[in-house]
């Protein structure tokens, strides 16, 4: 049965937070700072690029395949070096074994999906049911792997469901394609395509849960993690209609219509989710710009190149430079310049030339060269889903942040267990992730930790006298008293030495050194020498 209802990708603001503030501050301890930059948004990032790139290159190369055109073979080479591209991402989670037995099966499935399209050519029914028993298999197989692989953390069920809707999907697009149904397959496509990201999302979630530590404790599902997640599937997306478009133009065939009827909703998606953050007068500016002198200039730089029209082709790069520097500017200015005009217009003209270069060697034949290229512009695209994500997320920190539950041990006698490490900014406390605006660090061979978070973290209060420049601490019936460059404070009233000044760092958070915290408290230390984690625990 056919599924053609799209879904727009939601970049929705609605839940907003207080921020963080500074050392004058108290900011409460259910805020967490976002980031798309944490090791869990970092790997889900990548299986988006991975995943993706699998979906586009496979219907290429069955589109392809079934019309015999010239560059089929380098588009099916493009796949499978798709699928060895994997490997090291696998062997990094899972080892070497792991990596052979997940190219054993994946790569095998690209061959599966080529059958298919020769049966189909072929009308030979027998050979397209044993193409589909194949896939069937494939299916199962990776679906158990994938189950073992993540410990259960996806489950095998679970996995065999998206990966079926997956090859279903895949099988859609090439028979609508197959019988002429070019608007209906390039429907199916986005909708093929958009799922790829949801598989990643739950692969990745379930990674990080299965190796919390490897992950530094941070989440793959946070509001930070989906922009930057949906910015990579709109800017992905573009990338890869455009190239096929301007394919199908210049070779006159009949899918460049549809296709550009694709790319005009994938704009709609772009312009929706321009709207959600910046507003109608933001998205309307965003379509004017992004519409006139980059997807309409494309259409008109393959018609010059096709013409072989010099002239034309000058005027079009002539437009196509304006736009860089246009929708730099506006970028720039939409993100009160965390996303500056020079990062924007570099990165956009190196977009723009791989697009170019990808129809020039195109036409010239050279086949295996444009899709080189064609999967080095694609993966660009992943860059700048990361640094607009990053821009927007640090222009409107407090509408991204992740509620988290204050700690309160419910029983007297529970073990409380901490978890920091030097250079990260994540904090995890009984399982709690949160992401703290500084981060531990060694200085004269002395380990240093952010006092409020931790204070905060097992339940304490915190207060800054900003004119003293003093820090009290309130945890139950007891008070301490920190000042800033002393190295003293006071316990309940009593002086203790510190051992070591405590003093206000470039976050401007207190830092205080961490063995005499700790031993103050009366927490156990356990120093992970390998990757210099912190593990504190102590019964409450």
Not at 21 to 44: D, H, I, Q
Not at 349 to 377: C, F, I, M, P, W
């Amino acid at each position: 049965m056919k599924m053609k209802k799209l879904v727009v990708p939601m970049l929705s603001l609605a839940l907003m937070i207080p921020a963080l503030a500074g050392a004058e501050a108290a900011p409460a301890a259910t805020v967490m700072k976002a980031s798309v930059n944490t090791p869990a948004a970092e790997l889900r990032a990548g299986l988006d690029y991975l995943l993706s790139e699998h979906f586009t290159l496979a219907v290429t190369a069955m589109t392809k395949a079934y019309d015999e055109t010239k560059d089929a073979a380098a588009a099916y080479q493009a796949l499978d070096q798709n699928a060895l591209d994997m490997q090291p991402a696998i062997a990094s989670l899972y080892g070497d074994a792991g990596a052979a037995e997940f190219e054993r099966i994946f790569r095998a499935h690209n061959k599966y999906t080529d059958d298919l399209v020769k049966a189909t050519k072929n009308k030979d029914a027998a050979a397209v049911k044993a193409a589909e028993d194949k896939v069937s298999g494939f299916v199962d197989e990776f679906g158990n792997f994938l189950g073992t692989a993540t410990e259960g953390k996806l489950p095998a069920a679970a996995a065999k469901q998206v990966i079926r809707s997956h090859e279903n999907h895949v099988q859609e697009v090439f028979e609508d394609y197959a019988a002429g149904d070019y608007k209906g397959a390039y429907e199916a496509y986005r909708k093929g395509y958009a799922e790829m990201f949801s598989i990643s999302k739950a692969l990745s979630s379930a990674i990080t849960t299965q190796m919390p530590a490897k992950f530094e404790h941070t989440m793959a599902d946070t509001k930070a993690a989906d922009l930057r997640s949906a910015l990579n599937q709109l800017a992905g997306e573009h990338f890869a209609l455009s190239v096929l478009q301007m394919q199908e133009q210049y070779d006159g065939r009949a899918a460049s219509s549809a296709l550009l009827t694709a790319e005009a909703m994938n704009t709609a998606d772009f312009k929706a989710a321009i709207a959600s953050i910046y507003g109608a007068d933001g998205a309307a500016a965003f379509e004017k710009i992004w519409v006139t002198n980059h997807v309409n200039a494309q259409a008109d730089f393959t018609a010059a190149v096709k013409n072989n029209d010099a002239a034309a082709k000058a005027a079009v790069e002539a437009r196509i430079a304006g736009f860089t520097t246009e929708f730099a500017a506006f970028l720039d200015s939409a993100t009160a310049g965390n996303l500056p005009k020079s990062a924007g217009q570099s990165a956009l003209t190196t977009h723009e030339n791989q697009v170019q270069q990808v129809l020039t060697q195109y036409a010239a034949g050279n086949y295996d060269a444009s899709y080189k290229t064609n999967r080095e512009g694609y993966k660009t695209m992943f860059g700048v889903g990361q640094a607009l994500g990053n821009a927007i997320v640090t222009q409107f920190n407090d509408k991204f942040q992740d509620a988290v539950a204050p700690v309160t041990p419910a029983d007297p006698a529970s073990m409380m267990k901490v978890w920091m490490k030097v250079g990260s900014s994540v904090l995890n406390i009984n399982g709690t992730v949160t992401q703290m605006d500084t981060k531990p660090f060694i200085w004269s061979g002395m380990t240093y930790i952010p006092l409020r978070y931790l204070s905060e973290g097992i339940g304490a209060e915190v207060k800054w006298d900003k004119q003293a420049q003093q820090v009290t601490i309130t945890a139950g019936s007891d008070t301490l008293v920190f000042w800033m460059n002393k190295d003293f404070m006071e316990v309940n009233g009593m002086r203790k030495s510190v051992g070591a000044k405590v003093f206000v760092n470039d976050d401007n958070r207190t830092v205080v050194p961490l063995r005499f915290i700790t031993e103050l408290l009366g927490w156990n230390v356990q120093w992970g020498k390998a990757d210099q984690s912190i593990t504190l625990t102590k019964s409450m």
